[in-house]
């Protein structure tokens, strides 16, 4: 009996360091997500959201996204989206780690993404709005080269990063 106690304690810590230091990949096929592409706006139906079909640091330009994705450090983040607002009339936001997950797609090769609707994707990690809940100096982020999500982001790593907006 004290065997099986143990074990449970252990299992429960292990899966508990694997369920804080991931990496987890996510499937869009878990997803439901319904996604239209109208210019440099992709529509998510089900998520009930607006989002940047091209990263900040590209531009829309006809089928494809131009340029450079611009990589950020945290910090820099709330002065890029305030810019934007003053542009384009606000509501632009970080996503949450669940509605970037859900543009995960597991796929044969990187990005993990469909191409299709967010051409020119950058292979790499994009910032989301949540704080590590276990770990609260740490942000989450999603690795669009491995489709896995990322908990240790410090404030001064940089990462790619779209936008949303709530419809």
């Known amino acids: ?26 499937s869009a096929q878990s997803h ?4 239209i592409a109208k210019g440099p706006i992709v529509i998510d139906v089900i998520g009930d959201l607006d989002w940047m079909r091209c990263s900040i ?3 829309w330009d006809e089928n494809q996204c131009s340029g450079t994705p611009l990589l ?17 009339g606000g509501g632009w936001r970080l996503p949450t780690l669940d509605e970037l997950e ?10 993990m993404i469909d191409t299709e609707v967010f051409p020119d994707t950058y292979r790499g990690l994009y910032w989301t709005n949540d704080v590590n809940w ?34």
């Open 134 to 167: 276990i770990i609260r100096d740490r942000w989450w982020g999603v690795n669009f080269y491995t489709g896995h999500r990322y908990g240790r982001a410090t404030g001064n790593q940089t990462f790619a990063v779209r936008l949303v907006l709530d419809r």
């Open 102 to 111: 859900r543009l995960v797609v597991d796929q044969a090769s990187p990005p």
């Open 1 to 26: 009996m004290v065997g099986s106690k143990t074990t449970e304690i252990v299992l429960a810590g292990l899966l508990g360091a694997i369920f804080v230091f991931g990496p987890y990949k996510i």
């Open 57 to 59: 640091g590209q531009v």
């Open 72 to 88: 950020m450090p945290f910090t820099a983040v709330d002065e890029i989206i305030s810019r934007i607002q003053s542009n384009t």
């Open 32 to 35: 439901d997500t319904t996604l």
